[in-house]
């Protein structure tokens, strides 16, 4: 009964959603160029499911290749300002400056270094968009490390390490998987910012192209749900991992 | 009997933006295996820094800390520590987070002693069956008693507590105090108890140090001597009323608001 209103409840919210979205262009009587209906995409779908099936898989391994280096490479940036005051104080500007650039401007540019390296290209920026959020969240995490906790283990002469793995990384966890969520939704945007900005016929991005040269609008929107379903899936993920490595922190309700 | 910790003249100073601050000054404390000792002071004395340099955590200035006629030079897992905000690892369970020590002085226990030792002193003080409970379905005080075994857990010959009840209500604070004595009957070690409360102090020590303000000194040591006795009822016999009167005054001297030889 749990798991199916767990499951129930979102999906009736959908069914909402899309029932709404018919409505609304029912009874405006939009055309599909203006806006396409629920009931328009279908027929996109059915007619160019081989399409959705490996472009969705190129926008889905490339974003996953670049959250995973963003994980790697934005946990360790956060272990260095979370636990050295001065690296702290040197690297926050020049993150929070990379971060504030926009990366559409910067897409061009990794194109132009790295030329003809699509995936390389599409990863990096994915990767760039999304690491920022993770060293923040590991950062915080390690530098809020209660002293006592520090000091139950070095008490007992526990080496720093020790303390890392036991202590600080555990409990840096819900932090980090909060951060995780928000990191998986900018990946999606950052390999579809490399794929529609600099075109080179892969991935998702490159389908919602080719709806636009070719003026079919359904399938421009269908694109856009297929994203988000793709943007779905990958944050159930991280929830599923949240809940193995982190379920501790979840407090129960009442 | 030997004395197990020997305090020998340490003078420790926190460096600040404003010079040095100097918190201890000459402190020389000595207590007796076995012993059960208690440091109080006026608040911001120094009492938490005692803990630091007893525990290896920090160094003092000059002067030495003596531990089992061996001079403290860095952390040693012979050391069992307290604190007033019981931290307690969420992740793990209450047995978990108890047998975290083992985890890290070497011993040579299997892990099925290990478990029935954890199990063993959680029953001593109360908390048979929270276990394999989360530290966030326990109240402030049973936190505080797991926190206790936790720290005893590896047999340590010292356990330093640094204000472990400060957080607690009168009557569980009570209640932690007959866990005490009942923790000191079954396992051997010798106990130094920071804490600003003088009743606590009596009850539960065989000696009361009274420091005094910073930069703290040992400005009074009071022997108490109640019989052995360790019902509640101890602390309102006159014996324990004249001690903690005595204390008071020194408290007030402490805080330089009596000097000594006035009535207090």
């Known amino acids: ?65 670049g959250l995973l280096v963003a994980v790697v490479f934005g946990t360790l ?39 003809g390296q699509h995936d390389l290209n599409t990863v990096l920026i994915a990767f760039m968009i999304s690491f920022f959020p993770i060293s923040v969240a590991v950062s915080i995490g390690l530098s ?38 928000v990191a998986v939704t900018l990946a999606f945007i950052g390999t579809n910012l490399m794929e529609i900005v600099e075109p080179h016929g892969k991935g998702l991005g490159h389908l919602f192209d080719s709806g636009k040269i070719n ?10 749900i297929a994203l988000a379903f793709l943007g779905i899936l990958l944050y159930y993920i991280v929830v599923a991992l949240e809940k193995i490595f982190a379920g501790w922190a979840e407090r129960p309700q009442g | 009997m030997a004395n197990l910790i020997d305090i020998k003249g340490v003078t420790h100073a926190y460096k600040t933006d404003n010079g040095p601050l100097p918190v201890l000054d000459d402190l020389n ?39 089992h006629g061996e001079k403290v030079t ?15 690892l969420e992740w793990r369970t209450i047995l978990q987070n108890v047998l975290l020590p083992l985890e890290i002085v070497p011993n040579k226990m299997t892990k099925k002693q290990k478990e029935e030792r954890g199990r063993e002193l959680l029953a001593l003080v109360g908390l048979e069956g929270f276990e394999d409970k989360r530290p966030s379905e326990l109240s402030g005080g049973m936190r505080q008693r797991a926190s206790l075994c936790r720290a005893i857990v590896h047999k340590p010959d010292v356990l330093i507590m640094d204000e472990p009840f400060g957080a607690l209500d009168a009557f ?38 009274v420091l005094s303000g910073r930069p703290a000194t040992t400005q009074h040591v009071e022997n108490v001597k109640l019989d052995g006795r360790t019902d509640l009822e101890v602390i309102y016999t006159p014996e324990a009323t004249e001690i903690l009167h005595r204390l008071r005054h020194q408290i007030e001297i402490a805080q330089g608001r009596a000097t000594d030889g006035e009535a207090a």
Not at chain 1, 29 to 56: E, V
Request: hydrophobic share 50%.
């Open chain 1, 144 to 181: 809020t490390l209660e002293p006592e906790y520090r000091d139950i283990l070095r008490s007992l002469g526990a080496s720093k390490w020790t303390i890392f793995w036991k202590i600080a990384l555990p409990k840096t966890l819900p932090e980090f998987f909060g951060a995780l969520k």
């Open chain 2, 74 to 88: 860095s952390p040693r897992s012979t050391v069992g520590m307290a604190f007033q905000n019981p931290v307690m």
């Open chain 1, 215 to 224: 003026a079919d609008y359904p399938l421009m929107f269908a694109v856009l």
């Open chain 1, 1 to 65: 009964m749990k798991t199916f209103r767990k499951i129930a409840t979102p999906t009736i919210a959908i069914l909402i959603f899309l029932a709404f979205w018919e409505f609304i262009v029912w009874v405006n009587q939009w055309p599909n160029y203006k806006m396409a209906s629920p009931s328009d995409l279908i027929p996109a779908y059915t007619k160019y499911w081989n399409l959705f099936l490996i472009y969705g898989w190129q926008t889905l391994w490339r974003t996953v290749v």
């Open chain 1, 77 to 115: 940036i956060g272990m260095i300002m979370g636990f050295s005051r001065t690296m702290r104080d040197a690297l926050y500007p020049l993150l929070v400056g990379f971060n504030a650039i926009p990366k559409a401007t910067v897409v061009p540019v990794i194109a132009l270094i790295l030329i």
């Open chain 2, 29 to 67: 404390i000595s207590v007796p295996e076995g012993d059960f000792c208690a440091v109080v002071g006026p608040s911001g004395c120094g009492k938490s820094t005692l803990t630091k340099l007893v525990a290896g955590l920090m160094k003092p200035d000059q002067g030495e800390v003596w531990l």
């Open chain 2, 172 to 209: 569980t604070r009570e209640d932690l105090w007959q866990t005490m004595h009942a923790l000191r009957a079954e396992e051997p070690f010798t106990g130094v108890l920071i804490t600003h409360d003088l009743r606590e102090s009596v009850y539960l020590a065989d000696e009361v140090i």
